[in-house]
């Protein structure tokens, strides 16, 4: 392993720790084991804030990506009801009847 420490056997490359010790398990124990240098530490921490930015960075991608969709989706939504009055028995009838029935309906709702 390059650039792992000889202790802990963390490196920041593979971001891997000896399974010796888990974090939580020295947080529980309130020891610090032996294989565990605390000289390694801060280069943990600065490789894990590192993947915790760039998992900021994926999930604003996604969030803008989740956007995008929705409104395609919500766009898409709208051409299939509008695609779908097209068939529609309404549009079957002659212009001439609709008049006819418009005009006698308009007639029939007038105030006297």
Do not use: N
Request: charged share 20%; aromatic share 2%.
């Amino acid at each position: 392993m390059s650039g792992a420490c000889t202790r802990c056997g963390y490196s920041p490359s593979s971001d891997t720790v000896d399974s010796s010790w888990h974090v939580l398990d020295v947080l529980r124990s309130g020891h610090m084991p032996p294989s565990v240098a605390s000289s390694c530490i801060p280069d943990r921490v600065a490789a894990l804030q590192t993947r915790e930015s760039l998992l900021l960075e994926d999930i604003m991608h996604l969030q803008i990506l989740l956007h995008q969709k929705r409104k395609e989706m919500a766009a898409t939504k709208i051409e299939i009801l509008q695609t779908e009055s097209l068939a529609a028995p309404i549009r079957s009838i002659p212009p001439e009847i609709l008049l006819q029935i418009f005009s006698l309906v308009r007639e029939a709702t007038a105030p006297p």
